[in-house]
Structures are given as structure tokens and as C-alpha cells.
């Protein structure tokens, strides 16, 4: 994901028209299909029928408001917030970056939640039957709030790749959900970020019902070595764009794009 600030932002007139469209078109030449046939599940995800436009109710376009005082200490510090007899096991990694307009502005005070599997690929969950065991130190779930600048960080650890039944022989690509809110109920997004040299992202049928290659790139979280601590943590850096032509996607759905 690359900082939009410093080429998608349009130039202020000299009448002094505001410098900032209200709205980007969309691209849709780079969006997934609703339905791939290499991702079996969008079969029963898809839509049979023609979309439609409804108008949202007041529920939907007021609130909520998120504060400080919603957090916890330890939120974003994955390493710690679930720990009791001794930190989690795998590599210790800080994951960062700002959250954007399609104009390349930070967005403020911005709710960033985040889920992982553990170092060995396996969730916290009932539902995860996978034989990776649980790590009794990690949780594998956080939050945090952006600051005035959108920008945003927490501590975890590398998530493994697992097995999943989409055909013989599939495994997920390790990497880490997000679900942010914006300024009311139906502005969501959520998402997933991948790691830069991960082989499997290229052979990930859900990577693969993206149809563009920088979007795709979008998702990838590059090595930060500028904010990773020495001999202790590495770090990824992670930016996410909301909506416009330069938005991230998830997987195959448009929902929250």
C-alpha cells in the first residue's frame, strides 16, 4: 500500500475552488467478480439477482462515535492482551500505517479492529478444527483508534498460513483481518493484509479473483525495517485507502468499497 498524499491529490484552482472532489469515480475494471468459480464459497455468496440502490435510514448515517475511553491499555498489543503464563509463541512483528480518503488524507479517530490466526495458523475459535494448536498467550484479536494524522499501530505476532477445503491442497497465505468504521453504521470496510515474499499470495485463489495486479499489490504489506525495533521486532507497513479508484478491496465482495 503506498501513501496516496503524494500523487492522487488534486490541484487547488486559482479562484480558489475547493481543491477536493466530493467524490471519486470508481473503477470498476479493478474490482472482483461477485462470482469466481476458483473461490467455491462465492457460489452461495454471490448475488443471483440485480443489485439495488435503497436509501439508508437515520440509524445508519448518525453514529457511532468511538473515544479513547473505549479502549483498553493493551488493545493494540497483541503480544500482551491475552498472555497469562508467558508471551505467545512466534515472531514478534509491529504492524502500521495510515488510514486515507481517496484523496490521500489521514482520516482521524478512525475504529481499527484486527483478527489473526497464531503463529501456526490456527484461530481462537470453535469452529477451527485445524490440528495447529492454540497458543495459550494469544488471543488473536485487537483494536485501536487512529490518531489526528489517521495514523495507526499495534504489536502481534506473524500469523501462519492454514489449510482451507476450497480444492486439494489449499492453504490461506498468512495474513490479518481489518474491519474499520467510519462516520456512521454503514460505512464499514473490512479487509485483509498479506505479507511482501509470502509464495502462497500468488497461488491464493481469493488474491486471484482480483483482476489488478496493483490492486492486488495494495494488499501486500511491505518489510519496515525504519520501524522495526532492533534485535526485538520487525515491522510491516500497511496503508489503507477508502473507497475511490485507489481503494482496498476485500476479496471478492464490494461491500464497504
Known amino acids: 500500500?503506498?501513501?496516496?498524499?503524494?500523487?492522487?491529490?488534486?490541484?487547488?484552482?486559482?479562484?480558489?475552488?475547493?481543491?477536493?472532489?466530493?467524490?471519486?469515480?470508481?473503477?470498476?475494471?479493478?474490482?472482483?467478480?461477485?462470482?469466481?468459480?476458483?473461490?467455491?464459497?462465492?457460489?452461495?455468496?454471490?448475488?443471483?439477482?440485480?443489485?439495488?440502490?435503497?436509501?439508508?435510514?437515520?440509524?445508519?448515517?448518525?453514529?457511532?462515535?468511538?473515544?479513547?475511553?473505549e479502549l483498553g491499555l493493551l488493545d493494540n498489543d497483541l503480544i500482551l492482551n491475552y498472555a497469562k503464563t508467558g508471551e505467545p509463541i512466534g515472531p514478534r512483528i509491529i504492524v502500521h500505517g495510515h488510514?486515507?480518503?481517496?484523496?490521500?488524507?489521514?482520516?482521524?479517530?478512525?475504529?481499527?479492529?484486527?483478527?489473526?490466526?497464531?503463529?501456526?495458523?490456527?484461530?481462537?475459535?470453535?469452529?477451527?478444527t485445524y490440528l495447529a494448536p492454540i497458543d495459550p498467550n494469544f488471543g488473536g484479536c485487537g483494536r485501536t483508534l487512529t490518531d489526528e494524522n489517521g495514523y495507526y499501530f499495534f504489536r502481534t505476532i506473524r500469523p501462519g498460513p492454514y489449510p482451507w477445503r476450497n480444492y486439494v491442497n489449499s492453504w490461506r497465505p498468512a495474513h490479518i483481518h481489518f474491519s474499520l468504521f467510519g462516520n456512521a453504521f454503514a460505512q464499514r470496510l473490512i479487509t485483509q493484509m498479506y505479507f511482501e515474499g509470502d509464495p502462497l499470495v500468488k497461488v491464493c485463489p481469493i488474491v486471484n479473483t482480483i483482476p489488478d495486479k496493483d490492486a492486488i499489490d495494495r494488499l501486500i504489506a511491505p518489510l519496515d525495517l525504519h520501524a522495526s525495533v532492533p534485535d526485538d521486532t520487525m515491522a510491516y507497513r500497511f496503508d489503507m485507502v477508502l473507497r475511490g479508484r485507489r481503494s482496498t478491496l476485500f476479496e471478492n465482495r464490494l461491500e464497504g468499497n
Request: glycine share 8%.
Open 1 to 69: 500500500m503506498d501513501d496516496l498524499a503524494s500523487h492522487a491529490r488534486p490541484v487547488a484552482s486559482r479562484s480558489g475552488a475547493n481543491p477536493y472532489p466530493e467524490l471519486f469515480r470508481r473503477d470498476y475494471t479493478a474490482q472482483p467478480p461477485a462470482f469466481a468459480s476458483i473461490y467455491k464459497t462465492s457460489v452461495l455468496r454471490s448475488p443471483r439477482n440485480a443489485l439495488l440502490s435503497i436509501d439508508h435510514t437515520l440509524s445508519e448515517t448518525t453514529g457511532p462515535v468511538f473515544g479513547q475511553n
Open 99 to 128: 488510514v486515507l480518503d481517496e484523496s490521500g488524507r489521514g482520516l482521524p479517530n478512525t475504529l481499527v479492529e484486527f483478527w489473526q490466526a497464531n503463529a501456526g495458523g490456527r484461530y481462537r475459535h470453535k469452529n477451527d
